[in-house]
């Protein structure tokens, strides 16, 4: 709601605000009467006292760009959305028996495939999708397919016309004076971008042709591919020197996360002084519990733009056309998506990729059910007695947010080290040894604020990279 001010839907014609919806897409709930009701939710809501998820926000801040009927409308969409991911999160107790935290194992899903048993002769009974072995059966696929199916409409007729009308009205300066920025022109960070691997074209157990590949590009140059490996210590490290940890090598020193270490020693005010103002704040200090990776030695933006441009790169045509489409009606250039505005369309537009892609992948899925092939995760690897009891590893994957990555060190068949370094901590991290800050740090730089105590403007940023600072501080307990 960086971008949408709800308290001014209170003003709305809901008459105009159905003429917008109509004219924006055939999405069908589009009535005056419905958004009547919405806005008398929202009345119901403001007059209690109570927004609540909807509260602690800067609500008629100047910056704000949208009329009031667009509000309501983005207001009722929101609310619908809430309802509607209810229904879509069901393909994780499909697939993973619950949602939230699905039940995952090593290479795939722990719930098996529902089919009939072999005969007599031990051949298969036409792998055959039989009701209630599990939750994947005839009855579970069918709940997947109408789930792709909404998303389909949702994401086609409400999350991409919804971006674009936005998009329209913060694009250039802004018409009042409460907002002194171009969305499209500040924001980018670092131009730098990197991403892990995913979603590959023809199973897990195929590690080839990549939707999103593995890579880095520098300086938005998309003409050029960097490799990224993980496990390689000269490309892969991380620094301390302004975050509060201490390396046993020295905080200006760089550590693989093989050989991560993670020693607290906090040097800020404490809670009994009045926690942090802005004499507090010493950037040439340590001031993050997150440290600092870098890729080769520079600092990366992991996430959505960077999935978008490494697809783009890798020529991914219906990628390339979606963004060129997308800009043409805008009346933008490329240079455009490098921005805070740039950043959530670009999380938008990977949403209408995927979801067209869903369906693909699920026909391959029934493909594979009618061939026999039943496989759901790699049973190699499943038994603890079948590992070694000393070992090294790495975990990758394309997070939501960004690329993750988890290493373990098996020594003596316990874990020796245990580091995670998750997008927050690429995207949020602090400077390093040369004075390089992270993505969001950067992306802040040349921001105008109308006023310091109501920051809207720096929020908006912010929330384009979707940062989760629980994922990337470490805790410790009093003894370790």
């Given at each position: 709601m960086d971008w949408v001010d709800i308290l001014s839907a209170l003003e709305a014609s809901p008459a105009d605000t159905a003429r917008l919806q109509c004219s924006v897409s055939d999405w069908r709930y589009n009535s005056t009467d419905y958004f009547a009701g919405i806005q008398q939710k929202l009345k119901t809501f403001v007059e209690s006292g109570q927004l609540g998820i909807f509260g602690h926000a800067y609500w008629g801040h100047p910056a704000y760009r949208l009329p009031p009927h667009a509000n309501l409308l983005l207001f009722a969409h929101y609310l619908e959305v809430?309802?509607?991911?209810?229904?879509?999160?069901?393909?994780?107790?499909?697939?993973?028996?619950?949602?939230?935290?699905?039940?995952?194992?090593?290479?795939?899903?722990?719930?098996?495939?529902?089919?009939?048993?072999?005969?007599?002769?031990?051949?298969?009974?036409?792998?055959?999708?039989y009701d209630g072995l599990t939750a994947v059966d005839q009855h579970g696929l069918e709940t997947v397919r109408d789930a792709i199916d909404q998303m389909q409409t949702l994401v086609e007729q409400m999350f991409i016309p919804d971006?674009?009308?936005?998009?329209?009205?913060?694009?250039?300066?802004?018409?009042?004076?409460?907002?002194?920025?171009?969305?499209?022109?500040?924001?980018?960070?670092?131009?730098?971008?990197?991403?892990?691997?995913?979603?590959?074209?023809?199973?897990?157990?195929?590690q080839t042709d990549f939707l999103v590949p593995q890579g880095a590009i520098l300086d938005r140059d998309l003409s050029t591919l960097y490799p990224v490996d993980p496990e390689a210590p000269e490309q892969i490290q991380e620094y301390?020197?302004?975050?509060?940890?201490?390396?046993?090598?020295?905080?200006?020193?760089?550590?693989h996360p093989y050989d991560g270490e993670t020693s607290p020693n906090y040097t800020g005010p404490s809670a009994t002084d009045g926690g942090y103002d802005d004499q507090d704040f010493d950037v040439d200090g340590s001031y993050s519990w997150i440290k600092s990776p870098r890729w080769n030695g520079k600092a990366m933006e992991t996430g959505p733009l960077a999935r978008l441009n490494m697809i783009m790169a890798s020529g991914n045509q219906l990628g390339i056309d979606l963004v060129k489409?997308?800009?043409?009606?805008?009346?933008?250039?490329i240079p455009a998506l490098y921005s805070s505005l740039g950043?959530?369309?670009?999380?938008?537009?990977?949403?209408?990729?995927?979801?067209?892609?869903?369906?693909?992948?699920?026909?391959?899925?029934?493909?594979?059910?009618?061939?026999?092939?039943?496989?759901?995760?790699?049973?190699?690897?499943?038994?603890?007695?079948?590992?070694?009891?000393?070992?090294?590893?790495?975990?990758?994957?394309?997070?939501?947010?960004?690329?993750?990555?988890?290493?373990?060190?098996?020594?003596?068949?316990?874990?020796?080290?245990?580091?995670?370094?998750?997008?927050?901590?690429?995207?949020?991290?602090?400077?390093?040894?040369?004075?390089?800050?992270?993505?969001?740090?950067?992306?802040?730089?040349?921001?105008?604020?109308?006023?310091r105590e109501q920051p809207l403007e720096l929020l908006r940023t912010i929330h384009t990279f979707d940062p989760c600072i629980a994922c990337a501080v470490h805790l410790a307990g009093q003894d370790s």
């Open positions: 809430l309802g509607w991911q209810r229904r879509v999160v069901k393909l994780h107790a499909v697939f993973g028996g619950r949602n939230p935290h699905p039940n995952m194992v090593v290479g795939g899903i722990a719930c098996a495939i529902s089919v009939r048993g072999k005969d007599s002769t031990g051949s298969a009974r036409n792998h055959a999708l971006t674009m009308l936005l998009a329209q009205y913060y694009k250039g300066p802004g018409a009042a004076a409460g907002d002194l920025n171009v969305w499209t022109e500040i924001g980018e960070g670092l131009g730098n971008f990197m991403t892990f691997s995913e979603f590959p074209a023809a199973g897990a157990a195929f301390v020197s302004h975050s509060w940890y201490d390396y046993t090598v020295g905080n200006d020193s760089a550590l489409d997308a800009l043409q009606q805008l009346d933008l250039d950043r959530t369309l670009a999380r938008n537009l990977e949403t209408r990729l995927l979801t067209d892609a869903l369906p693909v992948w699920y026909d391959r899925l029934l493909c594979n059910i009618e061939s026999g092939d039943l496989d759901t995760f790699n049973n190699e690897f499943w038994d603890p007695a079948s590992w070694p009891c000393e070992a090294r590893g790495v975990g990758l994957v394309e997070a939501p947010r960004g690329a993750l990555s988890h290493y373990i060190i098996i020594e003596n068949g316990k874990i020796g080290n245990y580091q995670a370094v998750v997008p927050t901590t690429w995207n949020g991290s602090p400077r390093d040894a040369d004075g390089q800050g992270g993505a969001i740090e950067q992306a802040l730089l040349e921001h105008k604020i109308f006023s």
